[in-house]
């Protein structure tokens, strides 16, 4: 009999329903990476899964080597739930729109902490913001950044001195000019307001944009976003249906 292995730290991405009672699950595991795996009963609750399995929560599984198939899930124990606490639909898209990020981005058998901790954040600010808009932008450009795929914020591409003086972004493709090199389109405050955000999404909760900086900060994200995900995300439309446009 193969022996289970030990996942320590892993969130619950997706559960498709499988059979009767079943579900494969995604996990994204922070040493492991995605792993996809069969849950017999799955959707019922069971000892083994410390109840109910349920997206969004994060805990320590254990899964077993199948026969030329899936590997089976053997054990679930939640440490945290990471679902939206209140379960209203925009929220509750957003939280999914995160998921598929971090389904889409995590790859199997690759250690990936700092996308991880993106995801980990990214929810724990879904749960805890009332601006969902300024959320969602956050999301996007922090899981940029989380990737590799976000030109540097702080620092001007022309001249290499800060961005705090005021900047504008002519290109979503390339960095931010700071305002000693072009007339900025993003004030001083604008800048170190978005730099203070980005470093920890949680804190972020309550806080605002204004709506031109955020207007043009959703266009670079957009256009950004578009290069790097292999296909349109699902949950992406309906955030944006939820959300009257993000």
């Not at 009963?41 to 929560?57: D, V």
């Not at 959320?135 to 001249?159: E, K, N, Q, Y």
Request: charged share 25%; hydrophobic share 45%.
């Amino acid at each position: 009999m193969s022996a289970d292995r030990a996942l320590s730290d892993s969130l619950v991405l997706r559960l498709n329903p499988s059979r009767e009672a079943d579900l494969v699950v995604t996990l994204f595991d922070r040493e492991a990476g995605k792993i996809d795996a069969w849950a017999r009963s799955g959707r019922k609750r069971s000892k083994r899964f410390g109840g109910r399995l349920e997206l969004f929560q994060r805990g320590a599984a254990r899964v077993r080597a199948g026969r030329g198939g899936l590997p089976s899930l053997t054990a679930f124990e939640r440490t945290e739930s990471l679902a939206p606490r209140d379960v209203d639909w925009p929220r509750l898209c957003l939280a999914s729109y995160i998921a598929e990020l971090a389904a889409v981005a995590a790859q199997p058998a690759q250690s990936d902490g700092a996308l991880f901790d993106w995801a980990v954040d990214a929810l724990r600010l879904c749960d805890r913001t009332r601006g969902l808009n300024l959320a969602a932008l956050l999301v996007d450009l922090s899981f940029l950044r989380a990737i590799g795929g976000l030109p540097a914020l702080a620092t001007c591409m022309t001249c290499g001195g800060p961005t705090l003086r005021g900047a504008s972004w002519p290109d979503a493709t390339e960095g931010l000019v700071c305002g000693d090199c072009a007339t900025p389109t993003l004030t001083d405050a604008h800048m170190e307001q978005l730099l203070r955000l980005l470093r920890s999404l949680p804190e972020a909760a309550g806080q605002e944009l204004p709506r031109r900086a955020g207007v043009q900060l959703r266009t670079r994200a957009d256009r950004l976003l578009a290069d790097v995900l292999p296909r349109p995300l699902r949950t992406r439309a309906a955030l944006q249906e939820a959300l009257g446009g993000v």
